[in-house]
């Protein structure tokens, strides 16, 4: 017999247990309880194939999911009909450039953006429309790239002359071969939310050990969760900062001021 939903366990994949999105899912959690109660209007920009969309919906949420791909677009409406919220949800093939035409100004209470701002032309432009979408006290929580992190791994690979382009150059970028568009420093960053007009609120470090530590060290109910446990510590710790200055996202709730 199957458990109840109340205690039936997560899949392991799921949002809320994957080693490399429990702990950014635990927060975006909680910035939406704080904001206040469901439903909340969600803009999901970059959302892709609705992994973090679906769960919002779940929890009672309108979420809107801006993607360019319709591929992947396509899946999230899959996703969204399996987990019987397709009603909660509405899909649009656009990208971060075009959020005035998919929002009205200050109509949406939180927006996440994750993984976006490594590819959109103007990260700044793309910053100055989530603020503009959002209501006066909505937040938004932005998850980048950071290059600390990519220094670090390319060092350990034994890639030392691209460690060592990726410490200088000014998109963060190991070389021509590499993936990511760009990448991001804290500072930087916090300086482009500054000047979108929203304030930080909290800045926290993701991802710091589950992509050094082996598959195989994590094949286990317990060791993800001591994993999960250690990451949540770690990430923003307040006598260790130093630590999630290398991680490999950087995470960060900002809020639009009121009044």
């Known amino acids: 017999m199957d458990a109840p939903d109340a205690v039936r366990r997560p899949r392991r994949g799921d949002v809320a247990t994957a080693p490399r999105t429990a702990a950014v899912w635990e927060v975006v959690q909680r910035v939406a309880a704080d904001l206040g109660p469901a439903p909340l209007v969600v803009l999901d920009v ?60 200050g109509s949406v209470d939180l927006v996440c953006c994750h993984g976006v701002l490594e590819y959109v ?27 600390s992190a990519a220094v670090l791994a390319r060092a350990l690979a034994g890639r030392f002359g691209e460690a060592a382009h990726a410490l200088d150059d000014p998109d963060g970028r190991w ?15 916090l300086d482009l939310v500054g000047a979108a007009g929203l ?18 060290l994590v094949d286990g109910d317990d060791a993800r969760t001591a994993l999960l446990d250690l990451e949540r510590r770690a990430g923003d710790h307040p006598e260790h900062p130093a630590l999630a200055a290398l991680a490999t996202q950087l995470h960060v709730v900002a809020v639009r001021d009121e009044g």
């Open 46 to 105: 970059g959302g892709g194939t609705g992994g973090l969309a679906v769960p919002l919906a779940g929890l009672g949420h309108q979420v809107t999911v801006v993607d360019p791909s319709p591929d992947a677009l396509a899946a999230f409406e899959r996703r969204a009909d399996e987990a019987g919220v397709v009603t909660q949800v509405r899909a649009v093939q656009a990208d971060a450039a075009q959020l005035a035409q998919v929002a009205a100004p």
């Open 121 to 147: 032309d103007e990260p700044a432009e793309a910053l100055a429309g989530v603020a503009e979408v959002l209501r006066p006290g909505g937040a938004v929580s932005l998850l980048v790239a950071q290059r």
């Open 175 to 189: 070389g021509v071969a590499d993936p990511l568009p760009r990448r991001f420093d804290q500072s930087a960053l």
């Open 199 to 216: 304030r930080p609120r909290q800045v926290h470090g993701v991802r710091l050990f589950s992509d050094l530590v082996p598959e195989a």
